[in-house]
């Protein structure tokens, strides 16, 4: 009778979730990922809406800093859409589809610095000076506090499951939510102390933070990837704090 070989574990596969006798359950795992998903159609509503008032808005009062805000509304609502997409059917269980994934939410944050950046810039060569917004004003302060709460959420979620294309679409919530702060800094400056070169400035700043966060992403940095490029499954304090 020949010898039954057992399989070799080695600890990163014990760290995976849904590996059989890893740290996460196959039950574990589906629960995870109904809620990420449950998660991720809220934003699309949300960002559905919100997408659609401040781009309204930033078209009649003419701020930049909210028509980026209204885009990065529809930017989010894609990375939502993509995550939704990974945790469907069989792609459900494929590391491809969840390294697919991470690739196009990094694009995602791609897609909302070119255009904010050469926009502000446009706006402070020309002196072009917003019109109050408290239609914004609102939106972004509504913004401010719902975005944090699907934020962390995400990536609490996006640690648990390795998953950095969830992780990745809870930074963009976090990142609107910084949006949302400084627009409404912005909106309230101009408005208040009539300080038109606040909105264009925020916008930049914007631009940049999107550049910086969707790089992390790509690269799989702050989550709890198995695939990414700067070595093997890690965690850090960004995406994996409970």
């Not at 995976?16 to 990420?36: E, I, K, M, N, W």
């Amino acid at each position: 009778m020949s010898a039954i070989e057992l399989p070799v574990i080695t600890p990163d596969a014990r760290a995976t979730p849904g590996f059989p006798g890893g740290s996460t359950s196959d039950r574990q795992r589906d629960r995870l990922v109904r809620r990420a998903k449950a998660l991720s159609w809220l934003s699309l509503a949300w960002m559905t809406v919100e997408g659609a008032v401040a781009i309204t808005a930033a078209l009649a009062s003419g701020s930049i800093a909210l028509l980026g805000f209204g885009l990065d509304s529809a930017i989010e609502a894609l990375a939502s859409v993509i995550v939704i997409w990974r945790f469907t059917g069989p792609r459900r269980l494929s590391d491809r589809a969840e390294e697919r994934a991470q690739r196009l939410v990094a694009i995602s944050f791609f897609l909302l610095a070119p255009y904010v950046a050469q926009d502000a810039l446009r706006a402070l060569i020309a002196g072009d000076h917003p019109a109050t917004s408290w239609v914004g004003i609102g939106l972004s302060i509504s913004s401010l506090i719902l975005m944090p709460l699907l934020g962390q959420a995400k990536q609490r979620i996006g640690s648990e499951l390795g998953s950095a294309a969830t992780a990745g679409e809870g930074t963009q919530n976090m990142l609107c939510a910084y949006l949302a702060a400084g627009v409404l800094v912005g909106l309230l400056l101009n408005a208040v102390f009539g300080l038109w070169w606040a909105d264009p400035v925020i916008a930049l700043a914007i631009a940049g933070l999107a550049v910086k966060e969707g790089r992390e992403t790509w690269r799989g940095e702050g989550c709890c990837a198995p695939f990414a490029s700067t070595g093997p499954r890690s965690c850090d304090e960004h995406c994996c704090a409970p």
